[in-house]
C-alpha cells in the first residue's frame, strides 16, 4: 500500500479504520477497558474516573512535510481534566495497534493535553499547521504525530491512552461502584492499603482519645476526693 493510500484513509470516514464510524468494533479491547476510535461530529465524551483505558474520537486529521510525509491527528480522550497519561515501568501506556509507541522506530510522537480551563493551543501542531488555533478547553486530548514509514504503517493505526482520571472528590480515592462480575473482577490478593491505613490510624486515634477520656476521669475523681 503506497503513502497515498494511507492519506485517503485519513480523509475517506467510511475507511478510516476499515470500519463504519457509526459501528465501532466493540470486540477490539485490551485488559478490560473498551478501547474504540470514532470520527464523528455527534461523539460523545466519557468522564473518566480512577484508571481507564480509553478509545477516542479524531476531530482532526492534517498531512504535512515536503512529501506529506507526517499525519497529524487531534483524539479527544475524555470530558474534563485528566490528571496525566498511566506510566509503567517508567513507561507511558500509550498504545498504538496494540504495541507500546516505542516500538514503532521513532515514528510516533504525541502531545498530552489534560483538559484543564487554561489549557493553550497545541504549539507542535499550529507550527507545523497555523490554522490550528483550537485550545479545546475542558477536554482532555492527545495529538498525534505519525512520520509515515512503510515498514510501520500501512493504514492509521488504532490508538488507546490509559488515563488516570478524576477523583470523585478531591483528595479522596474512588470505589468501584460498578456491577461486580465474577472472573474479571475479582484479583486474587488484593490489598486495599488506603484503608488498612486509614483503620490504623482511625484505631489509633480511638486509643489515644479513650487514654486521655480515662485520666481526665482519674483526675476527677481526686479532685472530688
Known amino acids: 500500500m503506497g503513502f497515498w493510500d494511507f492519506v485517503k ?5 467510511f475507511d478510516i479504520f476499515g470500519l463504519d464510524p457509526k459501528e465501532p468494533d466493540y470486540n477490539q479491547t485490551r485488559g478490560l477497558e473498551l478501547q474504540t476510535n470514532t470520527r464523528t461530529t455527534g461523539a460523545i465524551l466519557p468522564v473518566v474516573y480512577g484508571h481507564r483505558n480509553v ?3 479524531d ?3 492534517k498531512t504535512t512535510g515536503a512529501d506529506n510525509n507526517v499525519l497529524w491527528i487531534v483524539q479527544t480522550l475524555a470530558e474534563g481534566v485528566c490528571s496525566e497519561i498511566y ?8 498504545w498504538i495497534d496494540d504495541k507500546l509507541y516505542d516500538e514503532y522506530g521513532g515514528n510516533v510522537e504525541y502531545y498530552f493535553h489534560d483538559g484543564s480551563s487554561t489549557q493553550t493551543v497545541d504549539t507542535n501542531l499550529n507550527t507545523a499547521d497555523p ?7 475542558n477536554t482532555c486530548y492527545i495529538v498525534w504525530k505519525l512520520t509515515y514509514d512503510k515498514n510501520y504503517f500501512q493504514r492509521i493505526p488504532k490508538r488507546q491512552v490509559e488515563l488516570r482520571g478524576l477523583e470523585v472528590l478531591e483528595g479522596t480515592l474512588l470505589l468501584d461502584i460498578k456491577p461486580y462480575v465474577p472472573g474479571i473482577d475479582e484479583v486474587k490478593n488484593a490489598k486495599a492499603r488506603w484503608l488498612e491505613g486509614r483503620m490504623k490510624t482511625t ?15 482519674i ?3 481526686r479532685t472530688t476526693i
Do not use: C, F, M
Open 9 to 13: 484513509k485519513a480523509t475517506d470516514p
Open 55 to 57: 478509545g477516542g474520537n
Open 59 to 61: 476531530v482532526y486529521i
Open 87 to 94: 506510566s509503567e515501568s517508567g513507561a507511558d501506556q500509550v
Open 131 to 137: 490554522t490550528w488555533i483550537d485550545t479545546l478547553r
Open 203 to 217: 484505631h489509633a486515634r480511638r486509643k489515644r482519645d479513650t487514654a486521655h477520656a480515662a485520666r481526665a476521669n
Open 219 to 221: 483526675r476527677r475523681k
